[in-house]
């Protein structure tokens, strides 16, 4: 079966320093990843895509994941976090079917401290 | 263009009772997906449609069901609610004007059975 993990629930970050929220899969076929981050009482944003070619990714509001096949992992990254940051982030992987299948890992929450 | 929309944004149901939530995708998008957020099983793959059409369906019992219109607004419906219903049901769009395998959401409508 296809998923998707993420390793922890929570990630701590003070303002400034670098963040890394880590993501695992195990899909069948080239994988199609994504990063969305949701905030509260809101629906989520789409963050960056891996589809092919490099494999760092960059997107939206400065994060940029690396993908790695050999290790299966698509980590999302940011050099330096903001406040504003703190939010729920899922990665999730394309489905069987259709591109409108996604499956999502459990979310990771994003806390960044001034 | 205006994003996805999702009426209403709050309801509550009783056990035994049936539901249904609407979804208007953004301008041009042929494709709604659905997804159920709950904080146990976290966001998980409802249905897919695509000109009125169902294009894949994720592991969930017959109660749910959706449809799709010509205008590409989209249902779901739940029947014989349960309390184990209640979640956050957040629905998607994509499609033309659109870049590939990317999915706009909307805010979601929380529905608390009781």
């Known amino acids: 079966a296809q998923s998707v993990a993420q390793p922890e629930d929570q990630v701590n970050v003070a303002e400034g320093n670098p963040l890394t929220v880590k993501c695992t899969y195990s899909?069948?076929?080239?994988?199609?990843l994504f990063w969305y981050v949701q905030y509260p009482n809101r629906g989520l944003q789409f963050l960056l895509k891996?589809?092919?070619?490099?494999?760092l990714v960059k997107g939206s509001y400065g994060f940029e994941a690396e993908f790695n096949k050999s290790q299966t992992s698509f980590h999302l990254k940011k050099p330096s976090a903001l406040v504003s940051d703190s939010a729920l982030y899922f990665c999730?992987?394309?489905?069987?079917?259709?591109?409108?299948?996604?499956?999502f890992g459990k979310g990771t929450k994003l806390s960044v401290k001034p | 263009k205006a994003g996805v929309t999702q009426t209403p944004r709050y309801l509550i149901k009783t056990r035994g009772q049936q539901v249904t939530l609407s979804c208007s995708p953004i301008?041009?998008?042929?494709?709604v997906s659905w997804y159920q957020q709950t904080p146990g099983q976290g966001l998980q793959f409802l249905f897919e449609y695509f000109s009125e059409t169902q294009r894949n369906k994720g592991n969930f019992p017959g109660r749910f069901s959706g449809r799709q219109f010509s205008n590409s607004r989209s249902e779901m419906n739940v029947s014989t609610l349960e309390l184990g219903d209640s979640a956050l049901y957040l629905c998607a769009s994509s499609g033309s004007g659109a870049p590939v395998y990317e999915q706009y959401f909307g805010p979601g409508t929380r529905l608390t059975v009781t």
């Open positions: 301008s041009g998008h042929r494709s």
């Open positions: 891996y589809i092919t070619g490099d494999n």
């Open positions: 999730a992987a394309l489905g069987g079917g259709s591109q409108g299948n996604l499956i």
């Open positions: 899909v069948s076929g080239n994988p199609y």
